[in-house]
């Protein structure tokens, strides 16, 4: 009916609004209705506007990679209380979406003859404090020339938060130690009976691993051979790191350089800007900070 509206009120100079209502089928009452509506409409469209240039800024500023729900929570957290259809349409409409998953190349590799270690998870990625439960996986970072990097995490599954990570050109016992090493450094040295999961991989099973496991004092955890769902919270993270960085038709970095250079980058991002849905979109940092101060007020109290 909008069509038919405007069309009169573009001739109507011409032909009458009596005569076009007419020949078009529609009341004149309906029309003169839409017309006083005229600057309202002009309102909306201004707003709508303004807001996807918004939303234009927000999806560039996390260099492509939001969708509506981070893009709404964002919005939201500027002091827009807009609503989340509205923005799913306008970014639709404008054709601005956010990056999708990737299928992932499969890194890990059981050892039949390894001690067993207890799922002490249960895909249970939950945890009420800080320091409580970690997980952690490797992942390959393809170069151009057919080689790899290699890159291992340690995730507070609190938090969400990347606590320590290592990136090297090897899928050695050393890439998962330096990385649980790292974590352990970032939170202060402190960090006895945390459990540490992870998927029955060599570099997990190792006696290395498990060695520095034992000095500071962290319980080893993992889940069943070739299930990623007992792994499910790490799968996700790189998930999301390959969405993000590997998009627009393109399968590798130029160089080691280049992969070093963007995956730093992206894990600051990650930690301290984006927003992530399982913390009420609050970045990994904004979430220890927010809990943190809580802990205090409740211990002052």
Not at 21 to 42: D, I, K, N
Not at 71 to 97: C, D, F, W, Y
Not at 215 to 229: E, I, L, T
Request: include cysteine; glycine fraction near 8%; hydrophobic fraction near 40%.
């Amino acid at each position: 009916m909008t069509h038919r509206y405007r069309f009169i009120s573009a001739h109507r100079a011409v032909y009458g609004v009596q005569r076009l209502c007419r020949v078009l089928e529609v009341a004149r009452s309906g029309f003169y209705a839409w017309l006083g509506r005229g600057p309202a409409r002009q309102a909306r469209a201004a707003e709508e506007a303004e807001l996807v240039e918004a939303i234009v800024e927000i999806h560039t500023g996390s260099q492509g990679t939001y969708g509506s729900p981070r893009v709404t929570a964002e919005l939201r957290s500027a002091g827009r209380p807009v609503n989340h259809k509205r923005i799913e349409r306008l970014m639709r409409e404008q054709e601005v979406v956010g990056r999708h998953q990737r299928r992932r190349k499969r890194t890990t590799i059981p050892d039949a003859a390894a001690p067993p270690v207890a799922d002490l998870v249960g895909r249970d990625f939950a945890a009420r404090g800080l320091d409580q439960r970690w997980c952690g996986d490797i992942t390959y970072l393809p170069i151009a020339g057919g080689e790899y990097l290699y890159l291992a995490t340690v995730i507070d599954i609190c938090s969400r938060r990347l606590i320590g990570w290592s990136i090297a050109d090897h899928l050695r016992a050393d890439l998962v130690c330096d990385a649980l090493d790292a974590a352990v450094r970032a939170r202060g040295g402190g960090v006895e009976d945390v459990i540490f999961h992870s998927d029955r991989g060599t570099q997990y099973t190792s006696a290395s691993f498990a060695a520095v496991c034992d000095r500071h004092g962290v319980h080893r955890s993992m889940g069943r051979v070739g299930s990623s769902y007992d792994n499910a919270l790490a799968e996700a993270f790189f998930a999301t790191l390959k969405r993000e960085l590997l998009h627009h038709g393109r399968t590798v970095w130029g160089s080691e350089a280049e992969a070093r250079r963007q995956v730093f980058r992206w894990i600051a991002f990650h930690n301290h800007r984006r927003r992530h849905s399982a913390l009420n979109y609050l970045s990994p940092t904004d979430y220890e900070h927010r809990l943190t101060s809580t802990t205090v007020q409740d211990l002052a109290a």
